[in-house]
């Protein structure tokens, strides 16, 4: 499975970023997947996934309410809505797939994509 993350870039506090993370090689309809973000100097952490069926979601707690994954089978493709962007969530955003549901706590994603940065200025 091979992850295309995109979307990232430079946003004043408040604003809003969409990521868009496509899955090729591999359908991924019956994979979790969802998002880490890493900044420099800090160990990689667990945002955001949802299940293969898209009825379940996770979330770590700071981005609870702002943020919201979702997916489009026909596509192939995850998303990620990001509103209320607060400067700490300044970081590289990297996609991930796993066959095992992923929060954060527990089992690791199976896969990765490249990161996208997303920026949030004060």
């Known amino acids: 499975v091979q992850l295309q993350a995109s979307g990232g870039g430079l946003v004043q506090a408040g604003g809003s970023l969409r990521l868009s993370c496509e899955a090729s090689?591999?359908?991924?309809?019956?994979?979790?997947m969802g998002w880490f973000r890493q900044v420099p100097g800090k160990e990689r952490e667990f945002v955001a996934s949802?299940?293969?069926?898209?009825?379940?979601?996770d979330y770590v707690d700071s981005v609870k309410g702002r943020f919201t994954a979702s997916r489009d089978y026909a596509k192939n493709t995850v998303f990620l809505q990001m509103n209320s962007l607060k400067p700490e969530d300044t970081a590289v955003y990297y996609c991930?797939?796993?066959?095992?549901?992923?929060?954060?706590?527990?089992?690791?994603?199976?896969?990765w994509g490249q990161g996208t940065q997303v920026t949030v200025s004060s």
């Open positions: 991930a797939a796993g066959v095992w549901r992923f929060d954060g706590r527990g089992s690791e994603p199976d896969y």
């Open positions: 949802i299940s293969w069926s898209g009825g379940s979601t």
């Open positions: 090689g591999r359908t991924t309809s019956r994979y979790y």
